[in-house]
């Protein structure tokens, strides 16, 4: 079984001819964008071009250089209106399924993960097309992407994905990176539709807060883990100072059988959240933060916070081949 990066974001600017797209609409924004980019080790500059093909690389060099074999990488749909018009102006960045797919072809360090907003007109060609082409997973957010999984409408999506065997991962929770457009669609009950059409389908930051204000559903995705063998959390962005509170939830053996390791590359993953609720001893803390590789750091934090080896190999067996 390979050890698998659930939550990985690719972010480009089109400076190869990608097709990404990213922006920074304002000063705070563009501060964020700057920040996130030095935490994956390129230099802030990189904003100013050439993004796509730097990202890659440094990307690839740090998963081939980590104790993970592969990482899911993350296409980025448009989010759009309830009547399917694209909101152009809430993405904040957009990576099109054709620039995952042919990463995940060249690298075997890469599973692609397609991103498809089932409310698009053209969203079954666009899911076929992408089956066809290798992908395994499709991501969403749907808080942000404004997608209510449970509109009945969408099911002959979601039944072509659980005959695919292709992985949902959903967003759940808050969100502060991008704008969110609805936020009752944090709440992971909203995925019960794609669930019970037999899609697996992972709750990524296991629904918790983002912050201290935002609503925390970990207990309610609990709770749907009784009636459904499919569902799963994944526990990415969880060993940071605003998330660090859900990592308790998960480590009862019952629940961590459901728990599959995520880093959300590029989110920083520094370990002072978990060792300020004691979930880290300091010297774990002190000796993991000289670890400069970002996907490693998150991988060592977790398995000092206590989350078993099987969290890292469990999706190798829930990929479709
Ligand atoms: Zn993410």
Redesign the pocket.
């Known amino acids: 079984m390979r050890r698998i990066d659930c939550?990985v974001?690719l972010v480009g600017d089109g400076s190869s001819g990608s097709g990404c797209r990213f922006r920074t609409p304002n000063l705070l924004r563009y501060l964020a964008a700057r920040y996130l980019v030095r935490t994956t080790g390129l230099p802030a500059s990189i904003l100013q071009g050439g993004l796509d093909e730097a990202y890659v690389a440094q990307l690839l060099s740090l998963v081939k250089a980590s104790s993970i074999d592969a990482a899911v990488l993350?296409a980025m749909d448009m989010p759009r209106s309830d009547d399917g018009q694209i909101l152009e102006e809430k993405a904040n960045f957009y990576v099109p399924n054709d620039r995952v797919l042919e990463l995940a072809a060249k690298h075997d360090e890469f599973i692609p993960a397609c991103s498809i907003h089932p409310g698009r007109p053209d969203s079954m060609e666009e899911l076929e097309k992408c089956i066809a082409g290798g992908a395994k997973v499709m991501k969403l957010l749907p808080n942000c992407h404004n997608v209510n999984c449970s509109d009945s409408n969408f099911r002959p999506f979601w039944e072509r994905m659980a005959k695919g065997g292709m992985v949902f991962l959903a967003?759940t929770g808050g969100e502060y990176t991008i704008p969110v457009l609805n936020k009752e669609y944090a709440d992971p009950r909203v995925l019960r539709l794609p669930v019970e059409c037999g899609v697996i389908t992972i709750a990524?930051h296991a629904a918790g807060r983002s912050g201290l204000i935002d609503s925390d559903y970990t207990g309610e995705l609990i709770k749907m883990f009784a009636d459904f063998s499919n569902l799963f959390a994944d526990n990415?962005?969880l060993a940071t100072l605003n998330r660090w509170r859900t990592i308790k939830k998960l480590l009862p053996p019952e629940v961590c059988s459901r728990v599959l390791h995520g880093s959300?590359f590029p989110?920083p993953s520094g370990g002072f959240g978990p060792w300020v609720g004691r979930q880290l001893k300091w010297k774990d803390f002190r000796t993991i933060s000289r670890e400069s590789n970002t996907i490693e750091r998150d991988a060592l934090l977790k398995t000092a916070i206590g989350f078993p080896d099987e969290t890292f190999t469990r999706l190798d067996g829930l990929l479709p081949s």
């Open positions: 939550h974001h993350l967003h990524a990415s962005a959300d989110v």
